[in-house]
């Protein structure tokens, strides 16, 4: 398998602008993330999928983000407007279901660095 | 509330001695996973070793093994015969509750290894 996939690896873009960050999951997982890491907060959890549907938003920053996954082997995150203070990695992951276990290792893609000017 | 803490910012070693990243948890739940994760200057996220909560044996992985006290709450990363590729960011992180899929992840532990 080719694990997961993430496009581009590198976005720069100047305030305002729309961002789209796109990710592939490894077939056959159930489950996508979307994170975020900076120096100052870390890596933090913005949204995850269960088989396409949103089970957790929570970590959504604010209405200028947003996630879909229209089908089992595609998601975008999109910010609209971009503020510099979104600059960041934005990593993808997914993970198999098992059931009644918390083996639910997560493989993640290589980022997408982003710089908003 | 659920908490990981790794307490070492950075460490430097000496290449093919043995290494331990610490790792410390808060939690009420009986049931949770632990995983360490290693991220290269190159900056993917790479899956190292899991140890769930119920588990009676330490896991291992090749040169990795995961240091389990599950009175102390601690869930020690140990590194042996380090290699200089060992360098690296390395980031415990927990699962909560039973069937929760999301992790929680520590600040993390820069390791340095020295030649």
């Known amino acids: 398998d080719a694990g997961v996939i993430q496009s581009p690896r590198h976005e720069v873009t100047e305030m305002g602008q729309e961002v789209t960050l796109r990710c592939k999951p490894i077939?056959?997982?159930?489950?996508l993330f979307w994170y975020r890491q900076t120096m100052m907060r870390g890596l933090e959890l913005l949204i995850y999928f269960n088989n396409n549907v949103p089970i957790d938003d929570s970590g959504m920053p604010e209405d200028r983000f947003s996630a879909k996954m229209p089908n089992a082997s595609f998601s975008t995150l999109k910010i609209q407007p971009s503020e510099p203070r979104d600059s960041a990695v934005y990593f993808c992951a997914s993970s198999p279901f098992h059931i009644g276990a918390h083996e639910n290792i997560q493989y993640f893609g290589a980022g997408t660095r982003l710089s908003v000017l | 509330a659920q908490k990981i803490t790794q307490t070492q910012p950075g460490m430097f070693v000496q290449e093919k001695e043995a290494v331990t990243l610490d790792c410390t948890y808060d939690t009420s739940d009986q049931s949770y996973g632990l995983f360490w994760y290693k991220q290269p200057s190159s900056g993917e996220m790479i899956f190292l070793i899991y140890?769930?909560?119920?588990?009676?044996q330490n896991a291992t992985e090749g040169r990795y093994s995961l240091n389990f006290q599950k009175a102390r709450k601690s869930a020690n990363l140990v590194i042996s015969a380090s290699q200089l590729g060992d360098s690296a960011m390395y980031f415990c992180?927990?699962?909560?509750?039973?069937?929760?899929?999301?992790?929680?992840f520590g600040t993390g532990t820069r390791l340095t290894i020295i030649p």
């Open positions: 992180a927990m699962s909560f509750n039973f069937g929760n899929e999301k992790l929680t």
């Open positions: 140890q769930g909560s119920y588990d009676e």
């Open positions: 077939s056959g997982h159930d489950y």
